[in-house]
């Protein structure tokens, strides 16, 4: 079956660096991949829509410069987390479509833990 | 507009015993309807999906869901929980208009607790 692979699955970096996380379609192409953010015990909330080769469409309330997404191919978007604060810790999870799916459902990568102090 | 009711938190089961798991869904267009499982630490995974074709829908390790408009739900069931079902479940919708296909709407999630 389709495989989303998100890296690195844990990370855990110091207040003011920048954190990037991979998200990879690696048995087929997606040109829309979606970003969420999970905090402990509640739901996935959507961040943005990663489209390839054009811009992200964020969420409102979510800061575009905080969070930048680059969607360079089919099969690769990442999210990088810039100058991180403790309070952006969470569970990062990205997702992808088969563009050659049609209306078929999202496959989710196993998220990254991002830890900051 | 679209949203997704998970009536529990949390359920607790005895490993052998049948498994329900609550959703309610309102949607200003034909949904498809998703339940997905996260296991700690992990990504979500599709258990199965309700495309507007059969009403009873089957999924992976023995579980399955009813669509039934009328009471606007979709509850998952399994009839024998195992112990290595606890994990958290989510009742997903999405809508079928054009433009919005791919815009989810997750519920709050239901934790599935599974004892001996």
């Known amino acids: 079956g389709a495989v989303v692979s998100q890296h690195p699955s844990r990370v855990i970096c110091k207040s003011g660096t920048s954190v990037k996380i991979e998200c990879r379609s690696l048995?087929?192409?997606?040109?829309?991949m979606f970003w969420y953010r999970q905090f402990p015990k509640q739901s996935l909330m959507l961040m943005a829509t990663s489209n390839e080769g054009s811009k992200a469409t964020y969420e409102q309330g979510v800061e575009k410069d905080k969070f930048l997404i680059n969607h360079a191919s089919l099969t690769l978007s990442t999210l990088t987390v810039t100058s991180a604060h403790p309070e952006d810790s969470s569970f990062y999870i990205c997702s992808a479509r088969d563009r050659a799916s049609g209306n078929s459902p999202l496959h989710f990568g196993n998220g990254t833990r991002l830890t900051v102090t | 507009a679209q949203s997704v009711t998970q009536l529990d938190s949390h359920v607790s089961v005895s490993e052998g015993t049948p498994v329900l798991l609550r959703c309610n869904y309102s949607?200003?267009?034909?949904?498809?309807l998703f339940w997905y499982v996260q296991h700690p630490n992990k990504g979500l995974q599709l258990l199965l999906k309700y495309t507007s074709a059969a009403t009873l829908v089957k999924g992976i390790n023995g579980f399955e869901a009813e669509f039934k408009k009328s009471e606007t739900s979709f509850h998952l069931t399994k009839p024998s929980a195992h112990m290595s079902d606890a994990a958290e479940y989510f009742c997903v919708v999405r809508p079928t208009r054009a433009g919005t296909a791919s815009k989810l709407t997750f519920g709050t999630g239901t934790r599935l607790q599974v004892t001996l």
């Open positions: 949607s200003s267009y034909s949904p498809s």
């Open positions: 048995d087929f192409q997606a040109t829309t």
